[in-house]
T-cell receptor, first 112, second 112 residues
C-alpha cells in the first residue's frame, strides 16, 4: 500500500538552532509532496509543495525541503528556528494525482 | 475572502445521539474531504467527494455518513454506530489533481 512515514513523533530543539523533520514515502512513478503546519486547535496550513522541477523547494516562514527520488524522501529543514515555529508538522503525498495521504505528524518543540 | 468554514468549533453530545458537522467552502473547489485527527495518529480520511452528488468512503468510514448536494457544502454526520467519536474533525477542499488542499479550522467533538 502507498504510504508516507514520519519517523520522528517529537523533535525538541533550542531557539536559533537548525532543524530537520524527516519524511519518507513509498516509491511511485508520479508523486506530489507537501508539508503542512498545524498550530494548536487549528486547521492545517500549507508550508510548501513539490510538484516537479527543482528538487529544492522553498516555502513560507523560512522553511525549505528537498525532494530526493533515490531515497524517496522529502525532508523539511530550517536553518534557524524561532519559538513561534512550535507546532505539529505533517508530510503528505499524492500518488498519481489521487487524494492526499498524510503522515502521522512530527511535533516540533522550540525551547528558549 | 475565500475560504473553508467549519462549524461549530466545539461540540458536545451525549452518547447515542447523531450529530452533524458543517463544512462550507466558497473557493469553487470540486473536491472536499473529511479527516479525523487523534493524538499520535495523524489525519485519517473518513469520506471524500470529487463532484456534487457523489462521494467515496475513505479509510475509516464506518459510523459516519456524508452528503454532497451542493458544491459548496459537505456535511458530516457522526452516527451512534461510531464507537469512539470523540476527536478533532477537519474538513478540506481542493481543485483536484496536484493542487494544494485548504483546511477549515476544525471541529472538536466530545461525546459524553
Amino acid at each position: 500500500a502507498q504510504s508516507v512515514t514520519q519517523l520522528d513523533s517529537q523533535v525538541p530543539v533550542f531557539e536559533e538552532a537548525p532543524v530537520e523533520l524527516r519524511c519518507n514515502y513509498s516509491s511511485s512513478v508520479s508523486v506530489y509532496l507537501f508539508w503542512y503546519v498545524q498550530y494548536p486547535n487549528q486547521g492545517l496550513q500549507l508550508l510548501l509543495k513539490y510538484l516537479s522541477g527543482s528538487t529544492l523547494v522553498k516555502g513560507i516562514n523560512g522553511f525549505e525541503a528537498e525532494f530526493n527520488k533515490s531515497q524517496t524522501s522529502f525532508h523539511l529543514r530550517k536553518p534557524s528556528v524561532h519559538i513561534s515555529d512550535t507546532a505539529e508538522y505533517f508530510c503528505a503525498v499524492s500518488y498519481n494525482t489521487d487524494k492526499l495521504i498524510f503522515g502521522t505528524g512530527t511535533r516540533l518543540q522550540v525551547f528558549p | 475572502d475565500g475560504g473553508i468554514t467549519q462549524s461549530p468549533k466545539y461540540l458536545f453530545r451525549k452518547e447515542g445521539q447523531n450529530v452533524t458537522l458543517s463544512c462550507e467552502q466558497n473557493l469553487n473547489h470540486d473536491a472536499m474531504y473529511w479527516y479525523r485527527q487523534d493524538p499520535g495518529q495523524g489525519l485519517r480520511l473518513i469520506y471524500y467527494s470529487q463532484i456534487v452528488n457523489d462521494f467515496q468512503k475513505g479509510d475509516i468510514a464506518e459510523g459516519y455518513s456524508v452528503s454532497r448536494e451542493k458544491k459548496e457544502s459537505f456535511p458530516l454526520t457522526v452516527t451512534s454506530a461510531q464507537k469512539n467519536p470523540t476527536a478533532f474533525y477537519l474538513c478540506a477542499s481542493d481543485r483536484g489533481g496536484d493542487t494544494e488542499a485548504f483546511f477549515g479550522q476544525g471541529t472538536r467533538l466530545t461525546v459524553v
